[in-house]
């Protein structure tokens, strides 16, 4: 096998450029509105521009980070620091927890749950980086064990995994009370797994422990339960109540966006009936602007995106670099698809955005930075090479040469 170097996957890099450019030219539609909603409630002094603003400082930082771990990282760099950026993750999200406890104001709390730094006009969501880190560790950690020959072995494999992995999950689903995030870990986790060829049983034990864990963590939470019993009602075609509103809202969006929509700017759930409406719910916002039309093609260019990635983690010669396209795949997957289930009301409604369109610059920027070197890693691809004829070829090529040299002096 040869790798050889070509021209970068441009539907990776067009889709998620269009991506971000669709989602700032929503957020430009519905940003006033939503600043209108927090002065008026909230008694807030919102500019009418103030989430736009911050969505294109957002947008221009991804930008930034995409091309420049696509240019000018290079991903052998970021693997010889998997360990260094898995601690720093962990460590900050710790921080964030212990700063949660002691009522600090670094520690930017809403709806009850503590997931921000807050740092004045700047906030920060370190699990968005713990994504990154995971991603980038266990692509690292699996291919050492494999080519170790250590797969599967309880102390050079699954104690120091479970440790990190462990630890991870709770730090953001117990410490931060984000369930979403922790379904795109989950994914990270057992995609890579899947990837490194993890012994069946085993694999299949992990998952059975890990959704047990989940089940409770589901069960033992009242606001959790309280979401599962409106997803419930919903399906059963139960009377609406307080609980149902959010997803009573999004489906009502949805429903009166039609076929066409009802264009930029005239979206009525945005003026305060959604929740959420620039951030998890900026799904059913679309169907409402651009209806089945626009949700299909935002559906079609995912489609696309992730299709690629995938293709690239196929031809991707070395598996370390294999495990971490597969971890970035399963990732966007994970929320692509629970956003989405959860506005038509598929599964209940849970805090997860929608990658690279909904309002919120940490999320972007470290999904933007790993798209970056998907596309860096897509330049690469591996091929068979018929060394004997090439070598033949090569061969008759300098005696050509030669022969028309001595004909041209002569």
């Known amino acids: 096998m040869a790798t050889r170097k070509h021209k970068s996957d441009l539907v990776i890099l067009f889709s998620t450029l269009g991506l971000m450019a669709l989602g700032l030219i929503v957020i430009y539609a519905i940003g006033p509105m939503r600043a209108n ?86 906030s920060f969501q370190p699990a968005e980086f713990l994504k990154l880190a995971l991603v980038v560790y266990l692509a690292d950690f699996l291919a050492r064990k494999k080519e170790e020959g250590n797969i599967g072995k309880w102390k050079e494999f699954w104690l120091p995994l479970l440790v990190v992995c462990g630890l991870s999950l709770f730090l953001v689903v117990i410490a931060q009370g984000d369930l979403g995030t922790g379904v795109a870990l989950i994914a990270i986790i057992f995609s890579t797994l899947f990837v490194v060829g993890v012994p ?6 992990m998952l059975a422990l890990v959704l047990t864990v989940a089940t409770l963590a589901v069960i033992t939470s009242s606001h959790r339960m309280e979401r599962v019993d409106a997803w419930l009602t919903t399906l059963s075609g139960g009377e609406s ?19 066409f929509g009802v264009g930029i700017g005239n979206s009525v759930q945005a003026t305060g009936y959604l929740p959420e409406s620039i951030n998890d719910s900026v799904f059913a916002i679309m169907g409402e602007t651009f209806g089945f039309v626009g949700l299909f093609l935002v559906i079609l260019v995912f489609g696309a995106l992730l299709v690629r990635i995938l293709k690239t983690a196929e031809r991707t010669p070395e598996l370390q670099e294999r495990l971490f396209v597969g971890g970035v795949f399963a990732w966007t997957l994970a929320q692509v698809v629970v956003n989405i289930m959860a506005m038509t009301s598929l599964v209940p409604v849970t805090g997860i955005t929608l990658p ?55």
């Open 37 to 122: 909603v927090l002065n008026n409630t909230y008694g807030a002094s919102y500019d009418s521009n103030y989430f736009f603003l911050n969505q294109l400082r957002s947008v221009a930082l991804s930008l930034i980070v995409f091309f420049a771990a696509f240019k000018w990282i290079p991903y052998k760099y970021i693997k010889k620091f998997a360990k260094p950026i898995m601690i720093a993750a962990l460590i900050m999200s710790a921080l964030l927890w212990v700063l949660a406890l002691a009522g600090s104001s670094l520690a930017k709390c809403e709806l009850g749950e503590c997931r921000w730094f807050n740092f004045g006009p700047v």
């Open 356 to 410: 690279l369109l909904s309002y919120g610059g940490t999320s972007m920027i470290f999904l933007a930075f790993a798209m970056g070197l998907v596309l860096q890693l897509s330049c690469y691809t591996s091929r068979e090479v018929d060394i004997e004829n090439e070598n033949t070829s090569s061969r008759r090529g300098v005696r050509r040469t030669h022969y028309s040299s001595r004909r041209r002096r002569s």
């Open 200 to 205: 069946t049983k085993q694999y299949l034990i």
């Open 241 to 259: 109540t307080d609980s149902t509103y959010h997803i009573d809202n999004a489906m009502l969006a949805i429903g009166v966006g039609g076929f």
